[in-house]
């Protein structure tokens, strides 16, 4: 998903290597399971138990079930992953690791409590591609407001504690039927918060679970918004980064506490530096940086997995207006620093090359991603 480090290389060639072993990994017990899980994993749509199936997951199918009186969520692998790269190909065992790991958390009453937002796991197996888990009779999020920001960021900020980091915010990975609810852990990385970034390490200075969050979900919230209005979709921004803040001073201290290295708390001070400033001073323009990182970020993530959708191209329209009117304020603001050619027309011409790719490369069945 990002530039690699020797942590990410690491986790990707053992998780490569113990799928290659066809060792199976399994979780709960056969006898928790509603059927027996062979019959789970022949699911075929048609029975009468299923409800509903969801077509549109890039490393899964998943299915509503009916039984013992209760509705589940069965996901099914897709073999092979529609992402087209390794970060896809690991994200099935990933998540399976991922839900041992809450498993052995929720032992804990006050981590329990903490991590309420993320969805159990009823019974998986990576052999037989399965994973079953309670079904949430949730909505996906249109414009966040500010209880589910708090929610959110607090669950994002337990999550960093126990050193899981989530890559994959977007907006078919988070559900609210009354408290944010995460329950796709195929890119939820473990990291050490202490000494690290994220779960590349120190190579990647640029990803936290804001940007995360900005980068996968809330930018397409608000592209959406600014068509409507411009003063609206900063209103909305300007929320989300209080609340941001707040939960970032919290995460700070607490680390801090623990002991983390003076180049973690520096590396979150100027972050917090930078937004608290845009608060007080001139927020627009921390808005033109933040989507221009947003988009451009998520259409390479998209070109890079084959995994294009309509949205990768309302993204690229953006960018390309944007590079058209305000290239000097991105200039100024820094929000070209990454690029290998900063000049408007060489920027230009990239963003054209990116919009012929995302045009061959757009999903098949595919409803327009992430809500848009
Ligand atoms: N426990 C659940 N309760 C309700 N809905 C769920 C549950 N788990 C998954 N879903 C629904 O199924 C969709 C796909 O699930 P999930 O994100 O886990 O699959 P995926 O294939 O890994 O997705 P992608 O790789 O595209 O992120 C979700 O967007 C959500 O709408
Ligand atoms: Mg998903």
Redesign the pocket.
């Known amino acids: 998903m990002s530039a690699a480090s020797l942590s990410a290389w690491a986790r990707r060639q053992t998780q490569l290597t113990f799928l290659a072993s066809g060792t199976e990994f399994r979780l709960g017990r056969a006898e928790d399971c509603p059927l027996p899980p062979a019959a789970l994993a022949a699911v075929s749509g048609d029975e009468p138990w299923v409800r509903a199936c ?1 077509d549109d ?4 199918r ?1 299915y509503r079930l009916r039984l013992a009186g209760r509705d589940w ?1 069965l ?1 099914v692998a897709r073999r092979p992953c529609r992402v087209q790269n390794p970060d896809g190909q690991t994200s099935f065992l990933n998540e399976l690791q991922r839900r041992r790991d809450f498993a052995r958390l929720m032992r804990t009453p006050e981590q329990a409590e903490r991590l309420a937002g993320i ?1 159990p796991t009823q019974y998986a197996s990576l052999q037989q591609g399965i994973i079953l ?4 009779e ?1 909505r996906r999020i249109e414009r966040w407001d500010e209880r589910q920001l708090t929610e959110l960021f607090d669950l994002l900020i337990a999550l960093l504690l126990a050193g899981l980091f989530e890559w ?1 915010l ?1 907006a ?2 988070t ?1 609210d039927d009354g408290r944010i609810r995460l ?2 852990f ?1 890119y939820l990385y473990p990291f050490d918060p202490l000494r690290q970034y994220n779960s590349d390490g120190l190579a990647s200075p640029g990803f936290h679970v804001a940007e995360r969050f900005e980068t996968r979900q809330l930018f397409a919230c608000l592209l959406r918004l600014e068509r409507e209005s411009e003063a609206q979709a900063l209103a909305d921004f300007e929320l989300e980064k209080r609340i941001a803040l707040d939960a970032y001073q919290r995460l700070q201290q607490e680390l801090a506490a623990r002991g983390a290295s003076q180049g973690v708390l520096d590396w979150l001070d100027d972050i917090m530096r930078r937004w608290r400033a845009a608060l007080t001073g001139n927020l627009g323009a921390l808005y033109l940086q933040e989507a221009w990182r947003s988009h451009w970020l998520d259409v390479k993530d998209d070109l890079s997995g084959q995994s294009c959708t309509p949205l990768t191209l309302q993204r690229l329209a953006w960018l390309r207006d944007k590079a058209t009117t305000q290239h000097a304020e991105l200039l100024a603001g820094g929000a070209l620093a990454n690029e290998r050619r900063p000049d408007r027309e060489a920027l230009l011409d990239d963003l054209r090359q990116a919009e012929a790719q995302a045009i061959r490369w757009q999903l098949r069945d595919t409803r327009s991603a992430e809500g848009v």
């Open positions: 969801l997951g890039l490393t899964a998943v969520a996901k969805v888990s309670p079904w949430v949730g994959d977007a078919g990975n559900l329950f796709d195929g």
